[in-house]
């Protein structure tokens, strides 16, 4: 089966401009996750949904960033206006159920770069 | 709050040999989860093993095993007969039962498998 698509893999900006990520989940799975992962430290959860609901965005810096989830199945995150501390690695990840236990797959990543 | 820490940031293995990578994780709840993630140069993170807190046999998956120590607190991470391929960072990560599948992972370890 196709795994979580994540484009682009690499995004160089500078600060105070804009930058959207996009993901494709594995097909079939209801739950996805963004996590925000800073070099030398392991991923933090930005925003969850359960299907095109947000059930988790109490780390999501409201004031600069965003996600949907038109129609459950894509993702977008966007980030306006960048800052440097930015920089890291978005990694998407989807799992079929919404609890515990259940293996969550991840994509490849975006790694942004804010000079 | 949940926290999971790996106090060992780098690690080397020579091939064919034993290494145990070390996490320790805090936390009140009583129904939970517990993973270790590799991820490659690649980025993209894979499920190495799983252990679920109420079981108290240690999981194993082929050269792979945990050494689950509930009332301490830690959850370890054995492989067996190393091989180059393991060469990646490792992450240990926790997940409550009613969290609806969100991660919280520790710093990592880089692991180096030498020839």
């Known amino acids: 089966e196709a795994g979580v698509a994540q484009s682009p893999r690499y995004k160089i900006i500078e600060k105070r401009q804009s930058v959207a990520f996009w993901c494709n989940p594995i097909?079939?799975?209801?739950?996805l996750y963004w996590y925000q992962q800073i070099l030398g430290q392991g991923p933090k959860l930005l925003i969850q949904?359960?299907?095109?609901?947000?059930?988790?965005d109490s780390q999501l810096p409201k004031d600069r960033f965003s996600a949907e989830r038109l129609k459950g199945v894509d993702s977008t995150l966007k980030i306006q206006p960048a800052k440097l501390e930015d920089s890291a690695v978005y990694l998407c990840?989807?799992?079929?159920?919404?609890?515990?236990?259940?293996?969550?797959?991840f994509g490849q990543g975006t790694r942004l770069t804010v000079v | 709050a949940q926290t999971v820490t790996q106090s060992q940031p780098e690690m080397s293995v020579q091939e064919a040999e034993t290494v145990t990578l070390s996490c320790t994780y805090d936390t009140s709840e009583n129904n939970y989860y517990l993973f270790w993630y590799k991820q490659p140069p690649s980025r993209q993170m894979i499920l190495v093993i799983r252990?679920?807190?109420?079981?108290?046999q240690n999981a194993t998956e082929n050269r792979f095993s945990v050494n689950f120590q509930k009332a301490a607190k830690s959850f370890s991470l054995k492989i067996s007969d190393s091989q180059l391929g393991d060469t990646a960072m490792y992450f240990c990560a926790f997940q409550a039962d009613n969290q609806g599948g969100k991660l919280i992972f520790g710093q990592g370890t880089e692991l180096s498998v030498k020839p």
């Open positions: 097909s079939g799975h209801a739950t």
């Open positions: 990840a989807s799992s079929f159920l919404r609890q515990g236990g259940t293996e969550a797959f």
């Open positions: 949904f359960q299907n095109n609901g947000v059930v988790d």
């Open positions: 252990q679920e807190a109420y079981k108290q």
